[in-house]
């Protein structure tokens, strides 16, 4: 099996339980915890076009009180949201596998075993 990529908050724990889904099948991976290596506009923005998203908001935490702070839920400008992700990874929805082209959120984590065999 090729190696994944998933996006990690150890505190989480459907990504915890995400990971130890990809720990049983023996998946080779790369963690990437990415609240202490935030990753750049350009990556999120790749990571959500693998996602399938149809725009920024599809792969945020709308939930977070960071999102209402800074008034996101009114905003329209593709360009700000995929910023606010950048500066403040705690809005990007968790867990994030990617598998080559393509990428899922592993919600509920059990999604990762049909990905993962897909």
């Given at each position: 099996m090729a190696?994944?990529?998933?996006?990690?908050?150890?505190?989480c724990s459907k990504s915890r339980q995400a990971l130890a889904i990809l720990e049983e099948l023996e998946t080779p991976k790369s963690i990437i915890k990415y609240l202490e290596s935030h990753p750049s506009k350009e990556d999120i923005k790749k990571v959500c076009k693998m996602l399938g998203c149809q725009g920024a908001?599809?792969?945020m935490r709308t939930k977070e009180s960071i999102y209402k702070e800074l008034?996101?839920?009114d905003e329209t400008d593709?360009?700000?949201?995929?910023?606010?992700?950048?500066?403040h990874p705690k809005l990007i929805e968790r867990?994030?596998?990617i598998k080559g082209t393509q990428a899922i959120i592993a919600r509920p984590p059990e999604k990762a075993k049909e990905f993962l065999n897909s």
């Open positions: 190696q994944v990529e998933i996006w990690h908050n150890p505190r908001r599809d792969m008034n996101l839920q593709e360009e700000r949201l995929f910023g606010a992700m950048a500066e867990p994030i596998i």
